[in-house]
């Protein structure tokens, strides 16, 4: 499965931006997904996860109230709406594919990464 992320770019703070990630075949619609992030020396981290339904999210405490995954599974695409940004948001995002139908958070639960989108937040 090979995955494209898009829609990140340079925003103010208090913007929002609407990442998305497209599979290139339907497995990843039987699967739990995920968004995780990288800054600048820092470890990726947990952002955001869906089960393959799309009926249970979980959110990094970070970005609860703030970030809303979604998917469609009719367009291989799963979605994070990023709302109210700050320049602690910047990192790289990457979209991934679980290992299992579920939501999960655990980044050794993923198989499939895309190449990610950076995302600038500026004060």
């Known amino acids: 499965v090979q995955l494209q992320a898009s829609g990140g770019g340079?925003?103010?703070a208090g913007d929002?931006?609407?990442?998305?990630?497209?599979?290139?075949?339907?497995t990843s619609s039987n699967n739990g997904m995920g968004w995780f992030?990288?800054?600048?020396?820092?470890?990726?981290?947990f952002v955001a996860t869906i089960n393959w339904r799309?009926?249970?999210?979980?959110?990094a405490d970070s970005v609860k109230g703030r970030f809303t995954i979604s998917r469609?599974?009719?367009?291989?695409?799963?979605?994070?709406?990023?709302?109210?940004l700050k320049p602690e948001d910047t990192a790289v995002y990457y979209c991934?594919?679980?290992r299992?139908?579920?939501?999960?958070?655990?980044?050794a639960d993923y198989q499939y990464w895309g190449q990610g989108?950076?995302?600038t937040v500026s004060s």
């Open 10 to 12: 340079l925003v103010q």
């Open 16 to 26: 929002s931006l609407r990442l998305s990630c497209t599979a290139s075949r339907r």
């Open 37 to 45: 992030r990288q800054g600048p020396g820092k470890e990726r981290e």
């Open 54 to 59: 799309g009926g249970s999210t979980y959110y």
């Open 72 to 84: 469609d599974n009719a367009k291989n695409t799963l979605y994070l709406q990023m709302n109210s």
């Open 96 to 98: 991934s594919v679980a």
């Open 100 to 107: 299992f139908a579920s939501s999960t958070q655990r980044i």
């Open 117 to 119: 989108t950076q995302v």
